[in-house]
């Protein structure tokens, strides 16, 4: 069993930064290194949806990353494999990026589906991340 358990969200103002940890209890740290861990946010009266992604290539060492076209260049996702954490910094937020933000993880290698809900096994309870204008 994998629990995830995500922090860092509050309220900020726009323009302001934030970085969302999540942190996985369950499995080793060699195992944990092969999940394919993703955020994903929903915001009020919305349906929930993918904001990043972080992939064990072929290469074990190096993991490629995927964004939703409305975080490009602002997002980076970053993941610690010892201690068990991904992390997502997020930049110049927007009110817009108003939501709650769950931690996804996926037990292997996704690629194309990384940006589906169904493509994870394992989902976090949520933290709050509310932007002000």
């Known amino acids: 069993q994998v629990q995830l358990v995500e922090s860092g969200g509050g309220l900020v103002q726009a323009g302001d930064s934030l970085r969302l940890s999540c942190t996985a209890s369950?499995?080793?740290?060699?195992?944990?290194?092969?999940?394919?861990m993703g955020w994903f946010r929903q915001a009020p009266g919305k349906a929930r949806e993918f904001v990043a992604a972080?992939?064990?290539?072929?290469?074990?060492?190096?993991?490629?990353?995927y964004y939703a076209d409305s975080v490009k260049g602002r997002f980076t996702i970053s993941r610690d494999n010892v201690k068990k954490t991904v992390f997502m910094r997020m930049n110049s937020l927007k009110p817009e990026d108003t939501g709650v933000y769950y931690c996804?993880?996926?037990?292997?290698?996704?690629?194309?589906?990384?940006?589906?809900?169904?493509?994870?096994?394992?989902w976090g309870q949520g933290t709050q991340v509310t932007v002000s204008t």
């Open positions: 996804a993880a996926a037990l292997g290698r996704v690629t194309t589906a990384c940006g589906l809900e169904t493509s994870y096994d394992y």
């Open positions: 369950g499995p080793t740290f060699s195992t944990f290194s092969s999940y394919t």
């Open positions: 972080t992939i064990q290539t072929p290469v074990a060492t190096y993991y490629a990353t």
